[in-house]
């Protein structure tokens, strides 16, 4: 059965530091791997991955993706609590014509001031 | 332009009604999912259309659970004889075509008491 795993589940940290969050999976028919920030109701989306080893980054956030480990991270430096939220990870799998995505249970950060 | 809307917002129902939730998805947008999402848990993935195509329904957890999009743009998730399990955050999201980004909907929180 298809399954992304987060971790960890949650994480508080203070202003400034350095986080590291953990997506791994196990899907048949891989096609790519994507990061959200989940804040109030909607995911707003961050990255898409589709490549091992080659980093996609966004201002404090980055991201790479290993498809022989099967896994990624997402990277916060020099966090601001702006940043708190819930974070997806999401694999897209493509069978057939179709494709779906399939979601892990995200990881919540908490950044104090 | 207007990004992915959703109606309505919130909605409390009495076990065994039925409720419409409606989506509408970015102009142009052909591919639009459904996923239910329940506290402290990621999106789990209901149902797929393409244009008006639903190419796979294999999320959706009973056939209370119907989804349709007559004319490949709005679309309606109807579910019948509501129980307290479902009450859950329905999210929807439209992408331009595939392997594109998704952008989810504000969602819509149910409530069956």
Request: with cysteine; net charge positive.
């Amino acid at each position: 059965e298809d399954k992304v795993v987060q971790s960890p589940l949650s994480l508080v940290v203070h202003e400034g530091d350095t986080v590291t969050l953990n997506c791994s999976y196990e899907v048949t028919n891989f096609r790519s791997l994507l990061w959200y920030k989940q804040e109030k109701k909607a995911p707003t989306f961050l990255f898409m991955l589709t490549s091992s080893g080659i980093e996609k980054k966004s201002g404090r956030l980055s991201s790479i993706l290993d498809k022989k480990e099967l896994f990624s991270i997402l990277n916060i430096t020099a966090t601001q609590t702006g940043d708190s939220a819930i974070y997806l990870c999401a694999v897209e799998r493509r069978t057939s014509g179709t494709y779906k995505y399939i979601f892990g249970t995200g990881t919540r950060l908490k950044v104090l001031a | 332009g207007a990004g992915v809307s959703q109606s309505p917002r919130y909605k409390v129902a009495k076990r065994g009604q039925d409720v419409a939730l409606r989506c509408d998805p970015i102009s142009g947008h052909v591919s639009l999912f459904w996923y239910q999402q329940a506290l402290g848990q990621g999106p789990e993935f209901l149902t797929y259309f393409q244009n008006e195509a639903q190419l796979d329904k294999s999320g959706l957890p009973s056939d209370r659970f119907f989804a349709e999009r007559p004319e490949g743009s709005v679309s309606t998730l109807k579910i019948q004889r509501t129980q307290q399990e479902d009450s859950a955050v329905y999210l929807c999201a439209s992408t331009v075509g595939l392997q594109e980004t998704q952008y989810f909907g504000p969602g819509t929180r149910l409530l069956v008491l």
